[in-house]
Nanobody, 114 residues
Framework: VQLQAFGGGLVQAGGFLRLSCVAS????????MGWYRQAPGKQRELVAV???????NYADSVKGRFTISRDNAKNSIDLQMNSLKPEDTGVYYC?????????WGQGTQVTVSS
């Protein structure tokens, strides 16, 4: 399974960005797909995940600002990030969990300037 992430970049506080992730290879049937992030000097943390049935879970810090969506037919997820804050800065990693394994994308940098 390969996960390729798109989006990310530099944005001012209050702005928005959209991240996308596409899974390829033996990639259909992920139980959950989602986004995690890692800020400098901090551990990787959950941002948002979505199940194949559409159930979502968000970090408290992003609730009401971020929205995760999934297209099972395209094997992809999107993360719409609105009202971005400097503390949202970090490397964002796409993740897919299957019965047989857990996979990570290469990461994409999100930088929010104040």
């Amino acid at each position: 399974v390969q996960l390729q992430a798109f989006g990310g970049g530099l944005v001012q506080a209050g702005g928005f960005l959209r991240l996308s992730c596409v899974a390829s290879g033996r990639s259909f049937g992920a139980n959950t797909m989602g986004w995690y992030r890692q800020a400098p000097g901090k551990q990787r943390e959950l941002v948002a995940v979505i199940t194949s049935g559409g159930e979502t879970n968000y970090a408290d810090s992003v609730k009401g600002r971020f929205t995760i969506s999934r297209d099972n037919a395209k094997n992809s997820i999107d993360l719409q990030m609105n009202s971005l804050k400097p503390e949202d800065t970090g490397v964002y990693y796409c993740n897919a969990k299957y019965v047989w394994g857990n996979y990570w994308g290469q990461g994409t940098q999100v930088t929010v300037s104040s």
